[in-house]
């Protein structure tokens, strides 16, 4: 596909998001790409990048930008271990969608993480104030069970040269879910998420006690999940996980 820009939001449950927005610079108009999903996982050349749930051929000719910030429209569920989250991209530059314009849109959840509930949604749709009921654009939502990752994707078109939405849903860590906890629909696919590390689970001070842990031969280790170049037991990081997640929600309600 060849694309205007290509937009990947990563969501941590600590409200902390990563947006990296890649826009061509030189040589054809647009930018290259396909879903990782859809080729082969090995990569094939020096200029090509994997992001999010896209590979990216032309990416030496492309800008990258990589913008964090931390969510305000961010609520901890009643069972500690979900949360609620909103936000808007507003203004996204594309050319006529007429003369085959268009951009690609990724949202990523870390390792362990599902949407209970997800919505793109328009903010121009002033007939009502649920992000819910508003108009609600067509995405795509792909669970990728090497990783434990999901990835939601929408493709970007507009008439009048630009384009905005909000995002908005409910997302818990499948470990501590009921066997009978409902899921936005997504369908399974190998391979279709890259750049993944334990970073997006848990900050700085979590990586820390995760280096000590495997250093003590914790009850993570396992011949599973790779961190480190050790096997590592995802579920006891997850764990781990929604305790320092909760206690850091804890002391911000504080």
């Known amino acids: 596909m060849n694309l205007d820009i290509v937009l990947i939001d ?27 999903r859809d080729i082969h996982p090995e990569r094939f050349g020096d200029a090509d990048l994997d992001i999010g749930g896209t590979r990216i051929y032309n990416a030496s000719r492309c800008s990258i930008d990589k913008i964090t910030s ?19 991209h507003m203004g996204i530059p594309l050319g006529p969608s007429k003369e ?9 959840l870390p390792p362990g993480w599902r949407c209970r509930s997800l919505f793109f949604s328009d903010p121009y749709d002033r007939k009502h104030e649920d992000v819910s009921r508003k108009k609600q654009f067509q ?7 090497d990783c434990s990752t999901q990835l939601a994707e929408m ?3 507009s008439s009048r040269g630009s384009f905005s939405f909000v995002v908005a849903g409910t997302a818990s860590v499948v470990a501590a879910d009921p066997s009978d906890t409902q899921y936005v629909e997504a369908r399974e696919s190998q ?7 334990d970073s997006h689970l848990i900050d700085r001070d979590g990586r820390d006690r995760l280096a000590a842990e495997l250093a003590e031969k914790s009850e993570w280790l396992e011949l599973k999940p790779n961190f480190f170049g050790l096997g590592v037991n ?3 990081v997850v764990k781990d996980a929604i305790r320092f997640f909760r206690k850091k929600m804890m002391d911000r309600r504080s």
């Not at 085959?100 to 990523?108: E, P, R, S, T």
């Open 10 to 36: 990563m969501l941590r449950p600590d409200g902390v998001l990563t947006t990296y927005k890649v826009l061509p610079t030189a040589g054809p108009r647009g930018l290259t790409m396909d879903r990782l």
């Open 70 to 88: 931390r969510l305000r429209a961010l609520e901890l569920g009643a069972d500690g271990h979900s949360f609620r989250f909103q936000f808007e």
């Open 100 to 108: 085959a314009h268009g951009g690609a849109y990724n949202l990523v």
């Open 139 to 145: 995405f795509s939502v792909i669970w990728d069970p």
């Open 155 to 157: 493709m970007m078109r």
């Open 191 to 197: 391979y279709s998420v890259a750049q993944l590390t």
């Open 234 to 236: 995802l579920n006891e």
